[in-house]
Antibody, heavy 112, light 107 residues
């Protein structure tokens, strides 16, 4: 069955960067785009961007353009999302998703 | 980017029918998907594409669309349907957008 397993919770200081991983199994990794979505506490889902896993092309939400980088390693069936210049407002659960299936989420806490 | 607007909250009596709507310009060109999210859990897709329902999703969930509005209908709501529901679509630039979310309470 399709599984997306994300890396564990992170605590970062303001100004730092965080890189979250998402290991896929149960389907052909290169056949689906991988999206990253975040949800701040008590807030709505917020789309950050996606990667065409086959060719590596990316598209980002304007809100995160310049701060977010989505990559993938096809040999490891793993996608990554790196967010830089972290601020307290970036405290959220970050999800990877092929939209039909979602990872379990990774809590990123930004605190001094 | 496009916005998708939903009513913040709706309530429904147990066993009755509730319709959740999602409005946005992108819906004139692209289908909406619908996600159910329960507290502390990742979203689960309940409707995708034109009106497709993934395996394992009860047939009381159905989707429809007209003009700039997509709808999710729960016919015969059950207690376990109490959750937040989000619509999702893409816009003309290939970016995705999620709706503002609707909290469904089953009375």
């Amino acid at each position: 069955q399709v599984q997306l397993v994300q890396s564990g919770a992170e605590v970062k200081k303001p100004g730092a960067s965080v890189k979250v991983s998402c290991k896929a199994s149960g389907y052909t990794f290169t056949s689906n785009a991988m999206h990253w979505v975040r949800q701040a506490p008590g807030q709505r889902l917020e789309w950050m961007g996606w990667i065409n896993v086959g060719n590596g092309n990316t598209k980002y939400s304007q809100k995160f353009q310049g701060r977010v980088t989505i990559t993938r390693d096809t040999s490891a069936s793993t996608a990554y999302m790196e967010l830089s210049s972290l601020r307290s407002e970036d405290t959220a659960v970050y999800y990877c998703a092929i939209l039909s299936h979602w990872g379990q989420g990774t809590l990123v806490t930004v605190s001094s | 980017s496009s916005e998708l607007t939903q009513d913040p909250a709706v309530s429904v009596a147990l066993g009755q029918t509730v319709r959740i709507t999602c409005q946005g310009d992108s819906l004139r060109s692209y289908y909406a998907s619908w996600y159910q999210q329960k507290p502390g859990q990742a979203p689960v897709v309940v409707i995708y594409g034109k009106k497709n329902r993934p395996s394992g999703i009860p047939d009381r969930f159905s989707g429809s669309s007209s003009g700039n509005t997509a709808s999710l209908t729960i016919t015969g709501a059950q207690a376990e349907d109490e959750a937040d529901y989000y619509c999702n679509s893409r816009d003309s630039s290939g970016k995705e957008v999620f709706g503002t979310g609707t909290k469904v309470t089953v009375l």
